[in-house]
């Protein structure tokens, strides 16, 4: 056995859980398959859901639906995958509330890789795939002039908003080391989000944009950098280097979230007796 | 042998009061029941809220500069979408699953032993349900909406109360349709197939995603006449907008009606096809 606690231990520990979780959940074939197909379903309704407003109209907040489509590629790539890395943790308020939570922390290993890797729901792979397929055809067919440095944020662009929102999901869930109760508040933020980034915030307007674009920073994970990779300036005035700002304000996203779990644990008291 | 039917057979005095008294007394405890868990009530305000704001400025640059889109005016848009996210908590299109678990695990059979069907006891709690979804998830906001965009008052006389009547008409439609997806669990061992089906399709094909009226008019008249699920949402959020003469909204609540009975029909039926082949694991 390897000792945890050293790194290897700790690394085959993981894989372990990992593993445990790929065999569990392949064994239900039918249900596997069925959860792909559904889960993937989300993420196709919201995609059509952009071209059905674009048959009654021919541009949203000034954007075509070509360029529309690269906001959409970004948010929705970005959002399945944090959901398949982290979107488990989620499930916190529930393992607070029943006490499972305990047994994490009692086990010698660091608590959110646990956390994450207990459940990882594999089946949401089916959509972050098609988030991918959605992203790589906007950016093909939105006729952009690449220099390397759009190719660059082509490739980092995403990877930061898959950073951003797993942030997001991490902080928004250690509000339940609080309020046990808080059901799906976490939800107005995480999916509120998605669907705030998924269409160009001139769409939006008055404080609602300043705090949903600026303060929590979602203008960030797709509108700015589809901006700069359509080569297009921004309407609402900021300069054009902010479409490069994603990275940047990713990791701010994570150390938040590292400080909020932190904070969060220490904070935390058990439920049960 | 005749067939042997696991609910009990209703008592043969026709006492119609005795009837109401039992069904008002389960509505009011499902009340009670829901009326409990406030804190969960002021969360869903708050995600209500957000998605509120969102669709409300999406649909609005939908219509843009002329102002109108299929039939919709600013207005209009602001009502659909700011009553259509209280709406929702109230016919509970989601995440309602106590019928299949109770299937599953055979706490189904305590159920089965009651004097009441299943289906009208279960119909009597979702109405208590809903009830209290009416005050607690469908007034904030329907009230805070106005505050920060222009809405929609009806004008004609008869919209409120014919509003009234079709989300009642929409919650019987609803909870019969979760009713036939729960049910499923007396066939299959895993209902997550039904319930994703029933989850992706519900949402978009009721009328939460966008209007239904931005489809082309065919498809929006296909689905409201072949399927039920714009009786569910699209049809009170319409008639509350008046985007229909007075007489066309009249028929489409007969139409609600017309699911509603069918569907809550299916119901029976389907509840009786399986009291006939359940088995329920003892000890």
């Known amino acids: 056995m390897a000792e945890p606690g050293t790194l290897t231990g700790s690394w085959r520990a993981y894989r372990a859980l990992l ?69 488990n943790i989620e499930r916190l308020p529930r393992y607070v509330r029943t006490g499972l939570f305990d047994a994490v922390l009692v086990r010698p290993l660091a608590a959110l890789p646990q956390l994450l890797l207990m459940d990882l729901p594999l089946r949401k792979v089916s959509r972050a795939v098609f988030g991918l397929a959605v992203l790589v055809f906007a950016l093909v067919s939105a006729g952009i002039g690449w ?127 | ?94 995440g309602w699953t106590e019928l299949a678990d109770r299937i599953r695990t055979g706490e189904i059979a305590s159920d089965l032993l009651r004097p009441v069907h299943p289906v009208t006891s279960y119909l009597a709690t979702d109405l208590g349900r809903a009830g209290f979804a009416s005050l607690a998830r469908l007034l904030p906001p329907v009230v805070i909406g106005p505050f920060f965009f222009e809405v929609y008052l009806p004008r004609h006389w008869a919209t409120p109360p014919l509003f009234a009547l079709s989300v009642l008409l929409a919650v019987l439609g609803c909870f019969a349709c979760r009713y036939l997806v729960n049910a499923t669990a007396y066939w299959l061992q895993d209902v997550r197939g039904p319930m994703i089906l029933w989850t992706l399709g519900s949402g978009v094909l009721a009328g939460l995603y966008f209007p239904l009226g931005f489809l082309p008019g065919w498809l929006e008249a296909t689905l409201r006449y072949a399927t039920p699920f714009p009786s569910l949402l699209q049809v009170p959020l319409d008639v509350l907008v008046e985007r229909e003469p007075m007489p066309t909204e009249l028929g489409l609540v007969g139409l609600q009606l017309g699911w509603a009975v069918l569907l809550l029909a299916l119901c029976r039926l389907v509840q009786r096809r399986a009291e006939h082949r359940l088995v329920v694991q003892g000890g």
């Not at chain 1, 445990?20 to 392949?26: C, M, T, V």
């Not at chain 1, 990791?251 to 007796?273: D, E, K, P």
């Not at chain 2, 026709?14 to 868990?37: D, E, K």
């Open chain 1, 19 to 87: 593993g445990a979780q790929a065999r569990s959940q392949a064994a239900y074939r039918t249900s596997f398959v069925v959860d792909l197909v559904g889960n993937m379903g989300a993420t196709v309704f919201d995609v059509v859901t952009v071209l059905v407003l674009f048959g009654v109209t021919r541009e949203l907040g000034g954007f075509t639906l070509r360029e529309t489509l690269v906001v959409v590629g970004l948010s929705s790539f970005a959002f399945a995958t944090a959901d398949l890395l982290v979107g």
């Open chain 2, 1 to 94: 042998m005749g067939s042997v039917t696991a609910t009990v057979a209703p008592p043969t005095d026709p006492n119609v009061t005795r009837w109401f008294r039992t069904f008002g007394a389960i509505v009011a405890s499902g009340f009670r029941r829901h009326a409990t868990y406030r804190q969960a009530a002021v969360a869903g305000v708050v995600t209500n809220t957000v998605f509120g704001f969102l669709r409300c400025y999406i649909f609005l640059a939908v219509a843009g500069a002329a102002g109108t889109v299929a039939g919709y005016d600013r207005a209009q848009l602001g009502t659909f979408v700011w009553a259509g996210q209280g709406l929702l908590a109230v016919i509970a299109i989601w």
């Open chain 1, 147 to 273: 220099t390397p440095g759009r190719v660059a944020l082509a490739v980092v662009a995403p990877l930061a908003a898959v950073v951003f929102f797993a942030a997001l999901f991490v902080t928004t869930a250690t509000v339940s080391f609080y309020w046990v109760d808080s059901g799906e508040l976490a939800n107005s933020v995480t999916y509120g989000g998605r669907d705030f980034t998924s269409y160009p915030v001139t769409v939006y307007g008055g404080w609602f944009r300043a705090i949903f674009a600026y303060g929590l920073g979602f203008a960030f994970v797709s509108y700015h950098p589809a901006l700069a990779l359509l080569g297009r300036a921004d309407p609402l005035g900021l300069p054009a280097w902010v479409g490069w700002a994603s990275p940047g304000v990713a990791l701010v996203a994570a150390a938040v979230a590292a400080l909020a779990w932190r904070v969060g644990i220490r904070h935390y008291r058990s439920t049960g007796s």
